[in-house]
């Protein structure tokens, strides 16, 4: 099984509409993360949590949220999506001093 | 200026070749530098990681750090068409991992 897993893995949306896109890792993590990432820009940070009760914006977090449920899960929210919003996103979990990050097999949204 | 420059490519090489790629960074507290490999359709996944200035070497693949000129370099020798993929390279300060756009590699049979 896979140790970060996200869901959806697609999704097709409309502007204005509110989605929620989720993460759970079972490799016992205190770090999470999520990134989007498009063509020729590489992995950006949207925002990032080092526990449970610790939640840090990223470099592009307007137009997301976050909640981190639980050590394993943690789901980003667009609550009104734009078609700038077009992307693929990944989750992933990290440890250590090196922050080590293991990724999920990501999401791709469409924002029509 | 973005803190990670990488040439995003494509590069395409014949099987058995030498892969050669590189970033460049202007952020002095990098401390740790990480390449990352991602196959089509796939998340990222870590490929190696070096503190400190010199060679690291992990079967076929070498990885490369020169802090003094803030320049990181991964090779790729006697590459295999399932070396086929985008490289990423990403560097760590306190706080936060940085990536670079990543490069698409073709190692054609």
């Known amino acids: 099984d896979a140790d970060v897993t996200q869901t959806p893995r697609n999704r097709i949306t409309k502007t204005g509409k509110r989605i929620m896109l989720e993460c759970s890792q079972t490799k016992g993590h205190d770090r999470m993360y999520w990134y989007r990432q498009d063509p020729g820009l590489g992995l950006r940070l949207i925002y990032y949590s080092f526990d449970v009760k610790d939640i840090n914006k990223g470099e592009i977090s307007d137009g997301y949220s976050v909640s981190r449920q639980a050590q394993a899960k943690f789901s980003l929210s667009l609550e009104s999506a734009i078609p700038n919003q077009t992307a693929l996103y990944f989750c992933a979990s990290g440890e250590g001093s090196t922050d080590t990050q293991y990724f999920g097999p990501g999401t791709r949204l469409t924002v029509l | 200026q973005k803190e990670v420059e990488q040439d995003p490519g494509p590069l395409s090489v014949p099987e058995g070749a030498i892969v050669s790629l590189n970033c460049t960074y202007s952020?002095?507290?990098?401390?740790?530098f990480m390449w990352y490999r991602q196959y089509s359709r796939k998340g990222p996944e870590l490929l190696m990681y070096t503190y400190s200035s010199g060679n690291k070497e992990d079967g076929r693949f070498t990885a490369q750090v020169d802090k003094s000129s803030k320049y990181i370099s991964l090779f790729i020798r006697d590459s295999q068409p399932s070396d086929s993929a985008t490289y990423l390279c990403a560097m760590k300060d306190d706080y936060k991992l940085s990536f670079g756009a990543g490069t698409t590699v073709t190692v054609r049979a």
């Open positions: 952020n002095s507290a990098f401390q740790y």
